[in-house]
């Protein structure tokens, strides 16, 4: 999995100075935030499903490799294939040999960030198969040669204009030649396009937002209806997905299928909900002879058993991003990571290792709402907090930060010390200041200041109110 994380710092710089981007980002308040908490609203029981769900997700991964066999005991009985990818690499050449065997020189995909983590479009390319994104937002990047910058909505990160400009540059070869503005007219415009796309595929990629153990189904949620195209006119689908997405049974797929639309985009279900459950049968009239399912491992089995197995009850819904402070000022990219925002801080390091991915676990206020908003109750901050424990453990954090830290563990381990520095500081901050507010701090707190004010301290402090009370309340 690619990872640019190094350049986090720099690229967060760069995108709060992008108007365009700041302009784009807006659309996550309004767009997700209020319709996620109305959507929430509008259902009396949102809070105890939560808990199901997070119970339904604990107890699978805890008995992942029973329901992981009983999926393709299921698979195989209903004429389909399970294929186990041990990383990125077995997984890219299961896909690939698959086309080969299908003879496929292009294959429709919908959206899938499991493909977007193993790198698939690159490689199939590379061998000469045609890759043709077809949901409309990973259409419109992989034009403009970019990544996503959202799980859910990949183009969060551009703006109208810049859509039109992508469509009039590559849709003159289609015999498009005038610049729409408009959206509908946009979106008519790509869909011609595709449309001739998905009748000439062959072979069709999708991911899976869960699988059915008890039926060996593949579920996918759209709102464009192209994974239904993507996995019904070529005559190979291959599903790929990663081992966590199972649920038991149908009836557990249904809570979450209630969850996961209302978290993401605030509705109560999608446009299309799609249950692929193999091959075509004899007496279907359309549909794919041969179903595939690569299952990729790809470092989660190393999660389990460890304090990140609870990241496994994921389901990409996006929430945790579009509420958080940091996600939502400067986007996807700055992460380097298809796995963006506080999902991502803990995913990525999971999957690609702390020494590549250091800088993600720390771009968190801590302010818990990603938490809050998450629908299987995903612990974020503590995990965040438990990946910068490694981070300080194997010396890959900053040294001033390990000095700085050092420090404060041996003042606060001492009553005596703590009082004395704290009175010290007081005393300082106070003396700096200018009519209650501090402008810029020495030193380390150079940065703090750097973007924002400091109040001044109030006044004395809370023990040693306490101590002059003797005590009393
Ligand atoms: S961590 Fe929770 S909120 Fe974030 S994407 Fe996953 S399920 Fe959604």
């Given at each position: ?142 034009l ?20 039109a400009d992508t469509f009039h540059e590559h849709h003159g070869r289609h015999g498009f030649h005038t610049r729409l503005t408009?959206?509908?007219g946009m979106v008519r415009e790509a869909r011609s396009i595709l449309r001739q ?277």
């Amino acid at each position: 999995m690619e990872v640019e994380s190094g350049a986090f710092v720099e690229k967060a710089r760069a995108a709060l100075d992008d108007a365009t981007l700041q302009h784009a980002l807006k659309h996550i308040k309004h767009g997700f935030v209020e319709a996620r908490a109305n959507a929430a609203a509008r259902l009396p029981d949102f809070e105890a499903m939560r808990d199901r769900a997070r119970d339904v997700k604990a107890h699978t991964i805890a008995h992942l490799a029973d329901y992981l066999e009983q999926f393709e005991a299921n698979v195989t009985a209903r004429g389909g294939k399970v294929h186990w990818a041990r990383d990125a690499r077995e997984a890219r050449a299961i896909i690939h040999g698959i086309c080969r065997a299908a003879g496929a020189r292009t294959v429709t995909k919908s959206k899938s960030m499991v493909t977007e983590e193993i790198e698939l479009n690159p490689y199939l390319e590379e061998h000469s198969i045609e890759p043709i994104e077809t949901d409309l937002g990973e259409y419109i990047i992989q034009l403009r040669g970019e990544k996503p910058s959202h799980i859910i909505a990949p183009v969060i990160h551009l703006s109208k204009d810049q859509v039109a400009d992508t469509f009039h540059e590559h849709h003159g070869r289609h015999g498009f030649h005038t610049r729409l503005t408009e959206r509908s007219g946009m979106v008519r415009e790509a869909r011609s396009i595709l449309r001739q796309r998905f009748v000439k595929a062959d072979v069709g990629i999708t991911g899976a937002n869960f699988l059915v153990a008890e039926t060996g189904s593949a579920v996918v949620v759209t709102n464009e209806g192209n994974a239904d195209l993507t996995a019904s006119l070529p005559d190979t689908h291959i599903v790929v997905t990663g081992i966590e997405k199972l649920v038991p049974t149908l009836d557990d797929c249904h809570l979450m299928l209630r969850l996961l639309p209302r978290s993401a985009t605030g509705q109560d279900i999608t446009a299309y909900v799609s249950f692929f459950t193999g091959p075509k049968r004899t007496d279907d009239l359309s549909g794919p002879s041969s179903f595939h399912v690569v299952l990729l491992d790809n470092g989660r089995s190393d999660m389990m058993g460890t304090e990140f197995e609870e990241m496994l009850r994921c389901i990409r819904c996006g929430a945790c991003l579009n509420h958080c402070p940091v996600y939502s000022n400067i986007g996807g990219h700055a992460y380097g990571s298809v796995y963006p925002g506080p999902m991502g801080a803990v995913l990525t390091p999971s999957l690609a290792g702390i020494d590549k991915a250091g800088h993600l676990p720390n771009a968190s206020s801590f302010c818990g709402r990603c938490e809050a908003v998450c629908p299987v109750r995903i612990p974020l901050p503590k995990l965040m907090r438990h990946w910068r424990e490694r981070e300080f453990e194997r010396h890959l954090s900053p040294s001033g930060t390990r000095w700085g830290l050092r420090a404060w563990s041996m003042i606060a381990a001492s009553p005596r010390l703590y009082r004395s520095m704290q009175w010290t500081a007081s005393r300082f901050l106070r003396l700096i200041a200018s009519n209650g507010w501090i402008r810029r701090l020495p030193l380390a707190g150079a940065g703090w200041t750097g973007e924002r004010d400091m109040h001044a301290p109030a006044g004395n402090s809370f023990q040693h109110q306490w101590r002059k009370r003797g005590g009393r309340r």
